[in-house]
C-alpha cells in the first residue's frame, strides 16, 4: 500500500474537488493510504519536510515550498499556480481559457468599460488577465488594471490598507465588468462596493473564478464565477503521481485541463446597454419570454428591418438575435425547474416560450449538457 499526502489546505471547496478526483483515482486503481495531520486535518509543503512517504500531491506557492520539494526523496505532483515554472511535474486549469471565458460572457452583457483586479507576481493571475485581455479584443482599450499582493506574499494579510482599491473603484467609469482571479478577491470587490454605496450588478458587475459555491453564494449579491474542473484535476493529478512512483518519465510539459462554464448569478445579472431604441427591444423579449415569437414577427412590432435588429444585437451584445433568445429562454427553464418543483416539463416548456418540448429538451440539452428532467434531479 502507497503512503501518499495531500498537501492541501483545507476548507477550499475547488481544492477538495481536487481530493476527491485524486480519491476517486485511488479506489479505482490501487491501494493508498492517505496521510493527512491528525488534528489539523491538511499539510503544507513544509510539514512533509524529512517525510518518507512514497509521493505527494500538493501546492507549490512560493520560493520555499519548491526549494523543499526539490530536496524531497520522492515523486510530488504540483497544482498550484502561483509561479509560472517551477520544473516540477504539474496538473492544473487553463488560466488562460478562464479569463477569455469571462470576457466573451461579459462581451455579451453590452458593457463597454472593463477592468481587472489582480494579483502581483502570482502567474496565473497574470494568465487570467492576459486571457482577459486578448479576447476583449478591441475593448481591452477601455480596461483599466489594479493589482495587489498576494497574501501569499505579506506578513499580515489583514493589515491590507484598501483606501487605494477604494479609489479606484469609484474613478472606475459606469457601467462596468470587473474580473478578479478568485471568489475571495470578487468578495472583497462586492464588500468594497457596498461600503462605497456603488451597485453591484447595475454600476459594477463582478465576475470570479473557480466557483466555491459557499463563498459565491453567500456574498451579497450572490456571484458569478468560471467553475474548474476540480474532479478531473485532481484524477489526472493522481494518475500522474502514480506513473511517477511506478518510476515513469514526467511529461516536458504541464497537463492542463480545461475549465468549465460560467454559473451566473446576481453579480452579473444585468446588461449594460446605451442604445434607448434596443433597450425597448431587449425589455419587449424579456417581458413576452413566454410567447412563441420569431425574429421577423420581432422586427415587425418595431417597424425595424431585420439587418438593423442583427446589428444591433452584434454591436451591442455582440451575439445573434437568436442566440440571445435562446439563451433568455434557457434561462427561464432553469428558474422555473429550481423555483417551481410541481410544473410538469410540457408546462415549463410553454411558460419559456418553447414550440413544444422536444424543442425545448433538444435546446436545453445542447447549451447546458443534460435534460430538463436531470437538471431538476441535481437540484435535489
Known amino acids: 500500500m502507497k503512503q501518499v499526502a495531500l498537501a492541501f489546505p483545507m476548507g477550499v471547496e475547488h481544492l477538495e474537488e481536487v481530493m476527491f478526483g485524486i480519491r476517486s483515482y485511488a479506489?479505482?486503481?490501487?491501494?493508498?493510504?492517505?496521510?493527512?495531520?491528525?488534528?489539523?486535518?491538511?499539510?503544507?509543503?513544509?510539514?512533509?519536510?524529512?517525510?518518507?512517504?512514497?509521493?505527494?500531491?500538493?501546492?507549490?506557492?512560493?520560493?520555499?515550498?519548491?526549494?523543499?520539494?526539490?530536496?524531497?526523496?520522492?515523486?510530488?505532483?504540483?497544482?498550484?499556480?502561483?509561479?509560472?515554472?517551477?520544473?516540477?511535474?504539474?496538473?492544473?486549469?487553463?488560466?488562460?481559457?478562464?479569463?477569455?471565458?469571462?470576457?466573451?460572457?461579459?462581451?455579451?452583457?453590452?458593457?463597454?468599460?472593463?477592468?481587472?483586479?489582480?494579483?502581483?507576481?502570482?502567474?496565473?493571475?497574470?494568465?487570467?488577465?492576459?486571457?482577459?485581455?486578448?479576447?476583449?479584443?478591441?475593448?481591452?482599450?477601455?480596461?483599466?488594471?489594479?493589482?495587489?499582493?498576494?497574501?501569499?506574499?505579506?506578513?499580515?494579510?489583514?493589515?491590507?490598507?484598501?483606501?487605494?482599491?477604494?479609489?479606484?473603484?469609484?474613478?472606475?467609469?459606469?457601467?462596468?465588468?470587473?474580473?478578479?482571479?478568485?471568489?475571495?478577491?470578487?468578495?472583497?470587490?462586492?464588500?468594497?462596493?457596498?461600503?462605497?454605496?456603488?451597485?453591484?450588478?447595475?454600476?459594477?458587475?463582478?465576475?470570479?473564478?473557480?466557483?466555491?459555491?459557499?463563498?459565491?453564494?453567500?456574498?451579497?449579491?450572490?456571484?458569478?464565477?468560471?467553475?474548474?474542473?476540480?474532479?478531473?484535476i485532481g484524477y489526472e493529478a493522481a494518475k500522474l503521481l502514480d506513473k511517477l512512483m511506478q518510476g515513469k518519465a514526467a511529461p516536458g510539459n504541464d497537463i492542463v485541463i480545461n475549465p468549465l462554464e460560467v454559473v451566473e448569478r446576481e453579480s452579473t445579472n444585468n446588461l449594460a446597454l446605451h442604445n434607448e431604441d434596443f433597450k425597448e427591444v431587449i425589455n419587449y423579449i424579456q417581458v413576452n419570454m413566454s410567447e412563441s415569437f420569431t425574429i421577423d414577427e420581432l422586427c415587425y412590432e418595431f417597424k425595424r428591418t431585420r439587418r438593423w435588429l442583427e446589428y444591433s444585437f452584434k454591436e451591442n451584445l455582440h451575439q445573434s438575435p437568436y442566440v440571445f433568445i435562446l439563451g433568455q429562454r434557457i434561462k427561464r427553464v432553469q428558474q422555473l425547474l429550481k423555483e417551481e418543483e410541481t410544473h410538469k416539463i410540457s408546462g415549463i416548456a410553454s411558460m419559456s416560450g418553447f414550440s413544444n418540448t422536444h424543442q425545448m429538451n433538444v435546446a436545453f440539452k445542447k447549451n447546458v449538457g443534460c435534460s430538463p428532467r436531470e437538471y431538476r434531479a441535481s437540484l435535489s
Open 27 to 232: 479506489m479505482e486503481h490501487g491501494k493508498w493510504m492517505f496521510v493527512t495531520s491528525p488534528d489539523t486535518h491538511s499539510l503544507t509543503v513544509g510539514d512533509l519536510e524529512g517525510w518518507s512517504g512514497d509521493g505527494a500531491i500538493g501546492l507549490i506557492n512560493n520560493l520555499n515550498d519548491l526549494k523543499l520539494v526539490r530536496g524531497f526523496n520522492m515523486p510530488f505532483v504540483n497544482n498550484s499556480g502561483a509561479i509560472c515554472d517551477t520544473g516540477v511535474p504539474r496538473v492544473r486549469v487553463d488560466y488562460r481559457s478562464i479569463g477569455v471565458k469571462a470576457a466573451e460572457f461579459l462581451l455579451r452583457k453590452g458593457y463597454q468599460n472593463y477592468a481587472y483586479y489582480g494579483l502581483k507576481n502570482i502567474w496565473y493571475s497574470d494568465e487570467i488577465g492576459k486571457g482577459y485581455e486578448q479576447a476583449l479584443g478591441s475593448n481591452a482599450e477601455s480596461l483599466s488594471h489594479f493589482y495587489v499582493k498576494s497574501t501569499l506574499a505579506v506578513k499580515r494579510p489583514l493589515a491590507f490598507d484598501s483606501s487605494k482599491l477604494e479609489a479606484w473603484l469609484l474613478a472606475l467609469p459606469k457601467p462596468v465588468a470587473i474580473m478578479t482571479p478568485h471568489d475571495p478577491r470578487g468578495v472583497e470587490i462586492i464588500q468594497t462596493c457596498y461600503r462605497l454605496g456603488i451597485n453591484v450588478p447595475q454600476d459594477i458587475a463582478v465576475m470570479s473564478a473557480n466557483d466555491d459555491i459557499k463563498t459565491c453564494t453567500q456574498a451579497e449579491p450572490k456571484m458569478s464565477s468560471i467553475a474548474r474542473n476540480g474532479k478531473v
